[in-house]
C-alpha cells in the first residue's frame, strides 16, 4: 500500500466551499484520486477513526467537529503517498505550517484543519478501508 494514502476534506473546509479547490490542489500536485466520496461520520464513527486520541484532552472536541457537517473521504495514489502528502498539507498547526501547504492556505487552527493524511502505510489501509469497499476503489486510475 506505500503508493496510497487516504485523506478527508474536513466539515470546516467543505462548509465553505473548498472541496474543488482542495482537490485542484492536490491533483496538481501530482495525486491520481483513485476512489472519492461525500459522506459524513457518525458519533460511533467518529471516535472509532479517531480511537488513537481516546483520552486526550481534545478528543471530545475533535469528534463533536467531525461529525458536524459532510466531509469528502478519498484514497490518493502517487509514489511515495503518505509521506509526500502529508508534506503537502503541512503541519498539524496552521500557523506550524509551511508557506503554500494546504493547511497554510486554507486551515483556521489545529483542530479545524481542513484535511488529514493518513500517518503510516499501515493506516492508511485501515483508514481506506474504514470508507470505502473494494468496488468503490480504482487502483488503475
Ligand atoms: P489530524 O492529524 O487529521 O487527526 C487528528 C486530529 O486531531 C488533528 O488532525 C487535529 O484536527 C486534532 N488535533 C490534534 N492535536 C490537537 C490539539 N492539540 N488540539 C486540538 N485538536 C488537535
Redesign the pocket.
Known sequence: MSNFTLTMI?PDAVSKGLTGTILKDITEAGFSIIALKLTSLTLADAQRF?SV?QGKP?FE??VNFMTSGPIIAAVLKKENAVENFRKLIGA?NPDQAEEGTIRKKYAES????A???S?SDENAAIETHFHFAEREIFSFL
Request: glycine fraction near 6%; aromatic fraction near 14%; avoid cysteine.
Open positions: 474536513k479517531y486520541h481534545f472536541d475533535l498539524t489545529t483542530q479545524r484543519n484535511i488529514h493524511g500517518d
